[in-house]
RNA sequence: GCGAGGAUGGUGGAAUUGGUAGACACGCAAGGUUGAGGUCCUUGUGGCCAAUAUGCGGCUGUGGGGGUUCGAGUCCCCCUCCUCGCACCA
């Protein structure tokens, strides 16, 4: 046998990916007459190098941009970067290197990774966030929000520290400054809002029309997160008289068991509601409650506190005195800021009530039994009967809601109201890093907004970052400005934008390449959105997608889209982890420390883990974890690029769990899928030379062989699509390998039968369904086996269904639950006569002998089962 | 703490609607090739017990406990552990 070419992936890769550019391949154009796809991937942060949440995010994306190429879509396939954020500035205060340099850098680094790894993206129509050409539109469609009322201006609390200024949660962990260590506190200030509340209902709404697309448990969350409850304001009456308290509850057939109530720390009747002798009380819980934020006691699940304030509320229906609480759980934003507390039936009311020793009133029984305050464990929360509760003392629960509200109503003491748990989204930021809020404030005007022709307002490159305040606000030539309205000195906005305003829009903008004077054409958007299949991470689940579907509904009641939803479908991609490595360390107060390692730095050595230069230095092999920096448990894609090439790492990180799935980086099952693709390039050189000179024919193959070829053939490509449909892109290589299996083991023999034909359909029907998976070398294939142009010139891989049926079958038959034998019938069979068939066969006699047969079920071609006794 | 999801061999996973659990791959073992191997090929591989069993030897097995069903990895209830989100990270 000749020797065989070596496969050699980085010449391949170069030159396909050369060609691809050259001929610009991957530029679409709106095409009236071709249904269209869009598919859009989460664009990256350009945090410095991708990474393989990258890679697989990116890779799944062009899969399906692909696949659908080749079904015949005009399929738009778009790149950009989501370029403003912290780390820049971050980046500037302890490097000191210019955010917009440090991020112009990473996008060409990040641009050219992404170009190594043959993603099949229209590059004409990148964005970059960071560009003003960008963000102008947002400030744009920010003052028509303001003119519309959709953005405002309101106080609310944030995390300040003295030293460094508004923190992020993420900085300010625990109560403490990521920078100075220094108490962390609650502070009030102004901020911009934009009203998604306004649009709560209709983004409720809108899940319903989602659900054929999205993810079910995604729904779930968004519907939770809005979270539309239905309840009551009731006004409690004061015992000293004035103005009532106003509460909101969902749960009005508990009213009767209200012993207590708890307003929020930050209620503005606070002060009002404090007797004298308890003010100073009440004012160290309200300052430790500002320290430690609503918050954390939620999230951190801090303890729950509470401190009287000394006065009373009346219960307007039984008369009942109760005293008031400031608590640090109760939310100020939600409902009123006040809720009545009914222990026995709301389990944090019982667990404060507990704690507090607080009386506790059953109000409602289960069925037929009857509760007791003192030996309850917990709240009831079930449905029940109402007991002590006047006239409504016997109704179920459910129905005692309608009654009490409607009573409610009557008497004048409450009203029906709806409360959504989502709130406004505050999109200030007191930082440099973000697209300038447009407005300028002026003593004698107020808040105007930057005239259209004064835009973009642009983020001017001299600032200072030193991590203390707002780069703009200490900026004197970006801060002084003159009001538009009236010409006198003024103050401009020195807040910048939440980054999830441009993500909120990005999709749109794609949909134009011709977007100098326009933020997109609607003519484009018209043709191209919604997007059909949105992919990325499921750490957006939530808010992204929440914020976009918003955002979405603001440009279109603006007039700029025609759609409601930005995404049709969604595919939520799970994480990419990989074991730990690390050593143990005494810190020297006697609490050990995990001190992490790269991988590549730790060897096996007879069987024992250790560091690569030190034998004598043991390493544990940790658990399988999320991929990240400070864990140092991350693989770099340009390493395994340069080491077996863009299609192997396209078809590991496909082909080793689904995508929702997280998925476990292995350098073994990427030697396992770059020893596929060799043996895949071997097989094309043989066939090729089988091509040239076909072998002598043997004896002629009447044997089934070339029938089982065809077959297998026909049904890999029914089931590979069936699979790629679904995004069950692991089973779909999966078949694809037993193919490759059978043509590797089988395939010289069919030759030298005479059955080159078969051999060459089959593989190139492979070489056809592998190409949206490893496009460099099946393009490669394709050219050497004699095909013109590429593999996806020629569509994809139809098959012939009467080649997909087995028409012989072998029925399981299971006695008492086990499988016992395999009963060879007709596919159809009638099951009177499966059954016939199945108490005659010897096998099943043997294990019926000597027992009743109770019940033979039978279901048509696929199972038999005997009951006996 | 609240909301959402998950758990199947030594490992990643497969089983589309309740119908043969473990496809495909990794790892491991044996044999062959190489005779440098981080190469390649063949065979075997859930566990336990058997030892070629008159047609496929038996038992057991999908995080733990209970239930529904002729039949449960799949449906219901309880528990344990893990992951994601929680509004100024993106």
New binding site residues.
Partial sequence: MTERKEYRFSEIEARWQKSWDEHGRFCVERHPDKPKCFVLV????P?GRIHMGHVRNYTIGDVVARYKTMKGFNVLHPMGW????????TAAIERGIHPADWTWNNIATMKRQLRALGFSYDWRREVATCDPDYYRWEQKVFIEAFRKGIAYRKT?L??WCREHG???????EGGICWRCSGPVVQKE?P?WYLK?TDYADELLDGLKTLSQGW????I??Q?????RSVGAQVRFPLEKGGEPLTIFTTRPDTLYGVTFMSIAPEHPRLAELTTPERRDEVARFVEKAARTGV?R?????LA?EGVFLGSYAVNPLNGRKVPIFAAN?V?M??GTGAIMAVPAHD??DFEFAKTCDLPIEVVINPPGQELDPASMTSAYVEEGVLVRSAAFSGMNNRSAIEAIVDHLEKEGIGSRTIH????????????Y??CPIPMIHCDQCGVVPVPDDQLPVKLPYEASFDGKGNPLDKLESFRRTTCPTCGGEARRET?TM???V??SWYQFRYASTDRANAMFHRSDVDYWCPVDQYIG????????LLYARFFTRVLRDLGYVGVDEPFTRLLTQ??VCMETYYHTEDVGDGTRVKRFHFPEDCIQEDGRWHLKDHADSPVTVG????MSKSKKNVVDPERILA?YGADTARL?IM????P?????W???????????L??IF?FAEDLAAWKATPPSAGQPSDDGLPLECRKLAHKTA??FT??LE?F?F??A??????L??FL??KGAALAAAGQLDVVSEAFLTLVRLLHPFVPHLTSELWGLLGGTGEPSDHGWPTWDEALCVEDS??????I?????????VPRGTAPAEVEKLALE???V???TEGKTV??V?V?PD??????VK
């Fill in positions: 989460m664009f990256p942060y945090s989501d370029a403003l954020g912290m780390p820049a500035e609310s944030v995390n508004v923190l992020a949660n993420e900085q300010a200030m901020a998604i993810p079910d448990y995604v779930r969350q519907e939770n997160w809005i979270g918050r006691v939620e999230q951190e699940g729950k759980f939310l934003e939600y389990q944090r959504y748990r989502l709130r406004d989204w505050g999109i200030s930021r007191q930082r890093w973000g807040d939440d980054t999830f441009e993500s991470g499921v750490e957006h689940a939530i808010m992204h799970g994480m658990p399988v974890e999320k080491d590991f082909s080793d769990s689904p929702e799935a997280g998925l476990n292995s350098e073994q099952g990427v030697k396992g899928a770059y020893r596929f060799e043996r071997a029914k089931a069936a699979d679904r069950s692991n089973t290589i999966a078949r694809s390998r037993e490759g299996n590797f083991s079958l072998e029925l399981p038959v299971t008492g639950g086990r499988v016992r034998a395999k009963l060879p066969s010897p096998l006699l043997k294990w109770l019940k079920i279901v696929k199972i038999i089962n005997i009951v």
